[in-house]
């Protein structure tokens, strides 16, 4: 605590009795109990900890409970979303189970005050550093690089150290809310028992819990009531009203709107750089008639979806979606033209703003690709792979002693040539060479740091991995429409989370960085708040 505290004033003694559990967790610790029994046998002193419900609030969980659990998350390091897993958890905390994650949300910022939060941090980091600083056994303590740096105690670990309010994040989210689903119609009659934006409602809510729509419909409509959402059949039936045409041609034009909103930032910059990617959605059922399947290996199976996405210093929104179509030994597709997959998400994405740079996996190592992105009038940058003509460059630079060399080339295809280049340059992740295929012109001198600009495009990985996780809500459907509809919805409320943090961060004077303020879940929740009425 930077501040002399009164000794007999309340927070004084509130931060007395967390440190005392602290220690009482730490000691447990060190004699070798495991953490979820050190913070369970710690005495808490709740003279001085509010309860923000009354006594007539419908809360089922045990103030005490969630003082001990938020203890444990805070000293684990755990998202709620993995918290709300753990449901062995709940037995030894005194609660009847573990709450899911916006009911996790919803206490630390609703029920928790200043000082429960306070209290709580205190006595957690207490224990994580004593942890490390003393070094004895504590496995599922999360590292003190974590924590060291927290300056604010009084504010949720997950938003430390920024300056926005609760009003802010709920206007700002709300405000980029609004630019999301306008585009999207499913075209059913104007007498219809639901609106769309009640579809919207329950899919968001779906995604957030990480739940299937029959589940998800019967615990939204136990919430909620019975008249503010439709059943999970009735759902369903609504979404396959979207064909894939209509639902990337929608997307495409909320991407235009969510720009439209940042175009004036000055630290929005132009043009882009974009990170063109595929990602797997596991599909474990029978193949016969899945045209949209592809097959992974012997083994596994999936629906493939591209992506193009802004990356390097920008807002990382997704400008473009696009379903790949592979050829399967159960189906009669053409063989994949990834380079026709290229040349349309380009395309779309340049409707909205001008593309400097293009960067791609070795997926699309291909002189089709190649020549697809010169004839664009984009730049690409794409590592290659390894042949026995690159292993003979690489021999010849070994024994010449050289680290990086340059190779003239050039593509020939039926839909055009242009010149290239190869540069081989050390390898990034260990010992080796990199081959990296771009139209530019780039010196020997200059080829390893322009090749650097290759690492931007490690965030479509946590992007993919933020879709999956916290906003694609499960399925089993062997339909296709619900199946891109549902990754598709999960990718714009990525980039409504997206969009949100830039507008927080754009009021500040200060570097945009990539870390969000505002974390998935929390957004998400926001999002539904704002869509559905208060209970």
Request: hydrophobic share 35%; glycine share 6%; aromatic share 10%.
């Amino acid at each position: 605590m930077s501040e002399t505290l009164d000794p007999l004033s309340t927070r004084a003694c509130r931060m007395t009795h967390a440190y005392n559990t602290g220690i009482e967790i730490t000691e447990k610790l060190r004699a070798g109990d495991s953490l979820l029994s050190s913070v369970v046998d710690s005495t808490i002193q709740t003279e001085h900890l509010n309860d923000n419900y009354p006594e007539w609030h419908p809360a089922p969980h045990s103030f005490l409970g969630m003082d001990r659990l938020l203890i444990y998350r805070e000293a684990t390091g755990e998202s709620y979303r993995a918290l709300a897993r753990y449901q062995e958890l709940a037995e030894p905390l005194g609660l009847k189970h573990i709450p899911d994650e916006s009911v996790l949300s919803r206490t630390w910022r609703k029920r928790f005050d200043d000082g429960v939060r306070e209290f709580v941090q205190v006595a957690a980091n207490f224990v994580i550093k004593q942890s490390h600083d003393r070094e004895f056994s504590a496995p599922a303590v999360r590292p003190k690089a974590e924590i060291v740096d927290e300056v604010d105690l009084s504010t949720d670990d997950e938003t430390a150290g920024c300056e926005f309010s609760d009003k802010q994040i709920y206007r700002t989210t709300r405000l980029a809310r609004d630019h999301g689903f306008d585009e999207f119609d499913s075209d059913r009659a104007a007498n219809a028992t639901y609106e769309d934006t009640q579809f919207f409602e329950l899919q968001t809510f779906m995604g957030m819990v990480n739940c299937g729509t029959p589940q998800g419909a019967a615990r939204f409509r136990y919430r909620h009531g019975s008249d503010s959402s439709p059943h999970g059949d009735t759902h369903l039936r609504t979404i396959k009203q979207f064909a894939p045409g209509e639902l990337i041609n929608g997307f495409d034009a909320v991407a235009d709107q969510l720009l439209s909103v940042i175009e004036s930032e000055a630290s929005f910059r132009r043009p882009v750089t974009v990170a063109i990617d595929i990602t797997t959605v596991p599909y474990y059922g029978n193949v016969e008639g899945m045209v949209m399947v592809s097959g992974l290996n012997h083994e596994e199976r999936a629906f493939k979806f591209a992506t193009l996405s802004i990356v390097g210093l920008n807002i990382p929104l997704i400008l473009a979606v696009e379903p790949v179509r592979e050829s399967s030994a159960w189906d009669e597709n053409p063989p994949n033209q990834i380079h026709s997959v290229v040349r349309r998400l380009v395309r779309r994405a340049r409707q909205h703003v001008p593309i400097e740079t293009v960067l791609c996996d070795r997926e699309f190592d291909s002189m089709r690709v190649f020549q697809t992105l010169s004839n664009l009038g984009v730049n690409y940058l794409i590592p290659k792979r390894i042949t026995s003509t690159e292993k003979d460059v690489i021999e010849t630079m070994e024994s010449d002693g050289e680290d990086v060399a340059v190779e003239s080339a050039s593509v020939h295809v039926e839909s055009g040539e242009h010149s290239m280049q190869f540069l081989y340059v050390p390898s990034t992740k260990g010992e080796g060479t990199t081959v990296f295929a771009t139209n530019l012109r780039v010196g020997p001198e200059e080829a390893e740091s322009f090749c650097r600009r290759y690492s931007r495009r490690w965030q479509i990985e946590n992007e993919y991995k933020s879709i999956k996780n916290d906003f694609l809500a499960k399925t089993s459907s062997k339909d296709y429409r619900v199946r891109l509809f549902y990754f598709v919805f999960a990718v714009l409320l990525y980039n409504i989370w997206r969009l949100t943090d830039f507008l927080l961060k754009a009021g500040v004077d200060s570097e945009m960085e990539y870390a969000p303020v505002l974390t998935a879940g929390e957004c998400v929740e926001i999002v539904v708040s704002a869509l559905i009425p208060p209970d």
